[in-house]
């Protein structure tokens, strides 16, 4: 039985000794397999290693892209370069073919407002008392530039009535094509103070040049009310406006 005894304790040693080096093997396979503290280090390490290197390029370029794209500011020089490089392209053109019409190129050089490029209408106001309203349009294809104050004649009238000189604009009245200028007649004295009143039923509009000596071009005639309208000698006319209020405050 001593000797049975003797024999099993050696073996049992190794047995216990060989399950020893198998457990230990088992515990380094389980180390270094992904699985253990290791492996929770590598997880947590993922994002750092993607956020320091691997990833952090594609993380900043969509930073720096979505800041472009909806700060505008950011994008706002690029978008605005090909769009200023369009739209100064483009401007000239359009401010040319604009240019062209209203008389700013070569061909279109601007010209005097006169009857042969204009339209002149006169209408009686009812206020201020006793005035008329004087609209020339320009129907030609240029600026026309209004010098002046119109030269009126009602009827057969000899002579011209003079201006008011606290009327005259700070600036020549420019018509482009279709626009219209404007100047109102003090037909005769609102107090009735006014000599040799009468009535007439023709007005013929002369227009001055640019240096204000004389008639140039064509004379306007516009058309009266059929029954004329009464005129005296306190008859006076303001300057070319470009304005309707302006002609109608005097």
Not at 22 to 44: F, I, K, P, Q
Not at 48 to 60: F, I, K, V
Not at 155 to 166: F, K, L, S, T
Request: aromatic share 4%; net charge negative.
């Amino acid at each position: 039985m001593s000797s049975f005894r003797t024999a099993r304790t050696p073996r049992a040693r190794l047995v216990g000794a060989a399950a020893t080096v198998v457990l230990a093997a088992l515990s380094l396979t389980a180390c270094n397999d992904g699985t253990g503290v290791e492996s929770e280090g590598r997880a947590t390490g993922t994002p750092s290693t993607a956020n320091g290197t691997a990833t952090a390029p594609p993380q900043d370029e969509p930073a720096a892209g979505t800041t472009q794209d909806s700060g505008t500011d950011a994008s706002a020089p690029a978008a605005n370069g090909p769009a200023g490089k369009d739209s100064g392209t483009k401007a000239p053109a359009a401010s040319g073919g604009s240019g062209g019409s209203s008389g700013t190129g070569a061909s279109g050089k601007p010209v005097t407002c006169e009857g042969s490029v204009t339209r002149t209408t006169a209408a009686p106001l009812t206020r201020p008392v006793n005035h008329m309203l004087l609209t020339v349009t320009n129907t030609g294809s240029r600026t026309c530039f209004l010098y002046g104050y119109p030269a009126v004649r009602f009827g057969e009238a000899q002579a011209v009535p003079p201006v008011i000189e606290d009327s005259q604009p700070q600036a020549v009245v420019t018509l482009e094509p279709g626009q219209s200028g404007y100047a109102s007649v003090s037909l005769a004295a609102a107090d009735g103070s006014g000599t040799n009143g009468h009535t007439v039923k023709s007005l013929t509009v002369h227009f001055q040049g640019r240096s204000g000596n004389g008639s140039v071009g064509t004379a306007a005639q516009p058309s009266l009310p059929a029954q004329g309208v009464y005129v005296d000698d306190s008859l006076k006319v303001t300057y070319w406006q470009q304005s309707m209020d302006d002609a109608v405050s005097w």
